[in-house]
């Protein structure tokens, strides 16, 4: 028997649910998670990169000079250290996401304590090089002022270094579960009170430039702060977080074959950008170009 006008024809475009009316497309289904995810993910990438560019704002206050130095502090820093600890935690994208689609959720937790002690150990090298920062720009040709300036302005922002890594990793562990919201939602807080950190070391503690460094720390250290309390409170990370294990000293070999390729990848994306600020020390004047330049 034919179908009556009362009887709605189900199949095909025009299929429709129990309810009557048309079934959603699959398509419009799938855009609407990528939306969920990607949405968060980028306003979260974006707060968690403005902590140093407010740093820099405040820095533009004191001065030509002390905005130009902090300027190319702050891009040595990205080339040789926040790049290389991004692009190394990025490879808990795969590891963590393999074993979170396999259902071996207790591997998440040791994969993520695995790449922050790597990442750990990677900073202490970097640090070594921060601290010599002002020796090297000036064997590069940078003006001698700005180059000292840069080197006091890195060395105040090497607690963020170790903070920083430990940071991407937590990042990484929600993500690869999913859990974007908390990521989002941390690094906004601490974008907002990172102005406020700011404001009290630069001009109420008087530290000046060095403050506007130091605030970086302060800030990464509430932002992890804030995600690993969440880690080992929230329910959505029971099956994931089970503590601290030995296992996490193991294969770090085998983590390091797929974190170096991972930094690679990021480092030599990140470095095509930062490279155009500490190309601007070498112009006839250098305070200046650099300075406009770090407003960017």
């Known amino acids: 028997m034919s179908p009556t006008m009362e009887e709605p024809l189900v199949g095909g475009n025009g299929s429709t649910d129990k309810t009557g009316g048309p079934k959603e497309s699959l398509v419009v289904t799938e855009v609407k998670k990528q939306l969920y995810l990607a949405g968060p993910l980028i ?4 707060l968690q ?6 740093s820099v704002m405040f820095v533009g206050h004191l001065g030509e000079l002390a905005l130009s130095s902090a300027s190319i502090a702050t891009s040595f820093a990205g080339v040789t250290g926040f790049s290389l600890l991004a ?3 990025s490879s808990l994208d795969t590891l963590c996401g393999q074993a979170f689609g396999a259902k071996q959720y207790y591997l998440l937790g040791i994969y993520k304590q695995r790449a922050i002690l790597v990442l750990t150990l990677v900073s202490v090298v970097v640090a070594v090089v921060w601290a010599y920062t002002g020796q090297i720009l000036l064997l590069f ?3 001698p002022e700005i180059a000292m300036g840069a080197g006091s302005y890195i060395r105040w922002m090497i607690p963020a270094l170790f903070v920083y890594g430990p940071l ?11 859990i974007v919201l908390p990521v ?3 690094s906004g807080v601490t974008a907002l009170s990172h102005v406020l950190v700011c404001w009290l070391l630069v001009y109420k503690l008087g530290l000046g430039n060095k403050g506007a460094a130091l605030a970086n720390a302060i800030s990464y250290l509430a932002n992890v702060s804030i995600l690993a309390l969440y880690i080992r409170l929230s329910p959505s990370c029971k099956s994931t977080w089970t503590g601290v294990s030995k296992e996490a000293f193991r294969g770090i070999v085998s983590f390091m074959k797929l974190a ?17 600020v500490l190309l601007s020390g070498l112009l006839p004047n250098p305070k200046l170009e650099a300075s406009v330049l770090s407003i960017r």
Request: glycine share 6%; proline share 2%.
């Open 49 to 54: 990169n403005v902590v140093q560019m407010i």
């Open 168 to 178: 991407q990793c937590h990042v990484r562990f929600l993500q690869t579960q999913n």
């Open 260 to 276: 170096v390729p991972s930094a690679l990848m990021v480092c030599l994306e990140w470095w095509s950008f930062e490279l155009l």
């Open 141 to 143: 040709g940078q003006d």
């Open 184 to 186: 989002m939602a941390s």
């Open 43 to 46: 306003a979260g990438c974006l």
């Open 87 to 89: 692009g190394m935690a």
